[in-house]
């Protein structure tokens, strides 16, 4: 069954973590920035166990109890997406969608100067805010080199397109979902 998540601490699979740390393999990371939630903490971990880990990383959407924990149906979908398209509504006990993302986008800006690579494991929201607020500039790769996995990567790269290809990556901000959840993605 797949629920709405925000900020309950809802883990990661084993499964998850095992395609996270097969997907460190062929990451070279500088440091990765993860929240305080475990299925982001551990996803980094599992990526590189070695790597620096930051616990400053941007948390989801803190969308309150009449949606955390409960069931994704299509009436809780209208509401977010209500709550969505008017942002300073505050879902009881929760935090408004403008509020939230002014937060996260904020976050994410002030990653873009330097020459390092940075990971950041993120949410799903987390991301497609990213492809809505910066277009052209977020290049979305996927790293199915390994066989499919439910991890994602995209690079928000810093002024071009990232230039893939061999081994060849640029220093950039990588964004990668955390792993699967019992909840789902």
């Known amino acids: 069954m797949r629920r709405w998540r925000g900020f309950l601490d809802v883990p990661a699979t084993g499964a998850g973590l095992s395609a996270a740390a097969e997907l460190g393999r062929h990451l070279r990371l500088d440091i990765v920035y993860h929240d305080r939630l475990s299925r982001d903490r551990d996803t980094a971990k599992a990526l ?3 790597l620096t880990l930051e616990t400053d990383g941007p948390l989801p959407w803190h969308m309150g109890p009449q949606f955390e924990g409960q069931e994704i149906t299509e009436g809780t979908l209208k509401a977010a997406q209500f709550l969505a398209c008017n942002p300073h509504i505050c879902p009881i ?3 408004a969608f403008g509020w939230w993302y002014e937060r996260w986008t904020k976050w994410i800006d002030r990653l873009k100067d330097g020459r390092l690579k940075v990971g950041v494991i993120t949410h799903n929201r987390n991301l497609q805010v990213l492809y809505s607020r910066h277009g052209g500039c977020f290049y979305p790769k996927l790293y199915d080199c390994v066989g499919p996995s439910p991890l994602s990567v995209h ?6 397109a990232a230039p893939w290809g061999g081994c060849a990556q640029p220093p950039g901000v990588y964004i990668i979902r ?4 019992l909840w789902g993605t």
């Open 93 to 95: 006990g929760g935090e």
């Open 178 to 181: 955390h792993a699967p959840t």
């Open 155 to 160: 690079v928000f790269s810093r002024g071009a």
């Open 48 to 50: 590189n166990p070695f």
